[in-house]
């Protein structure tokens, strides 16, 4: 469980193919806390520490995740947004974050808004997932790339997220263009939610 406020970005060192699964090698400033067997986020995408050697760490995804995610994307040198699962006795300053992506969204425009940036992202729609909880809300949550944001103007298959200088400057938002592929995890409420509407 994760809360999408971002710790810092790691960097990718080196990808391995192994048949239809990636290996992930990243560094970052807390490699010396990690441990084996220990899930982190990356681009919002839970994955599991494999192995620790040199101030690296690796982690493996399989074909659904990269198939669900950008991951497959990622270059050696590129910027991962992470963050480690949350402690139980912390504070929630994003929202409930599972660590499951559902799809991928291609940013459309990124505007300047007198001092912080309007992203606008779109994703493909289809109204059997979106009766299952699959889309946005005014003013409800989203995680884009593992980052905990806010919904604004959403459409069908569009929202926009407003991004802070900070948040700009400590996650891989600094790196999203027109044209970059993000994860989306959309809120997990609304799924539940839209799960109980189905049963009635």
Avoid: W
């Avoid at 399989?62 to 139980?88: A, H, Q, Y």
């Avoid at 263009?177 to 997990?188: A, H, P, S, Y």
């Amino acid at each position: 469980m994760f809360s999408g406020i971002i710790e810092e970005f790691a960097t990718v060192v080196n990808i391995v193919h192994d048949q239809d699964n990636i290996d992930f090698t990243l560094t970052c400033s807390f490699v010396d806390e990690l441990s084996i067997d220990q899930s982190v986020a990356h681009n919002g995408v839970c994955l599991t520490v494999v192995s620790i050697k040199d101030n690296t760490y690796t982690v493996t995804a399989m074909r659904e995740t990269l198939e669900r995610s950008n991951l497959g994307l990622l270059k050696i040198g590129d910027k991962v947004n992470v963050e480690r699962s949350m402690l139980m006795n912390g504070r929630l300053d994003g929202h409930i974050v599972q660590g499951h992506v559902d799809m991928t969204a291609e940013c459309m425009a990124k505007e300047d808004a007198q001092g912080s940036t309007y992203f606008t992202f779109k994703y493909d729609y289809n109204m059997e997932m979106a009766r299952r909880g699959y889309f946005t809300v005014d003013k409800g949550s989203v995680t884009v790339n593992g980052v905990s944001l806010t919904v604004c103007n959403p459409t069908e298959d569009t929202f926009q997220v407003a991004i802070i200088p900070y948040t700009m400057e400590h996650t891989n938002f600094c790196d999203i263009q027109v044209g970059t592929r993000v994860n989306l995890e959309f809120d997990i409420l609304g799924k539940y939610i839209a799960r109980l509407q189905q049963l009635q």
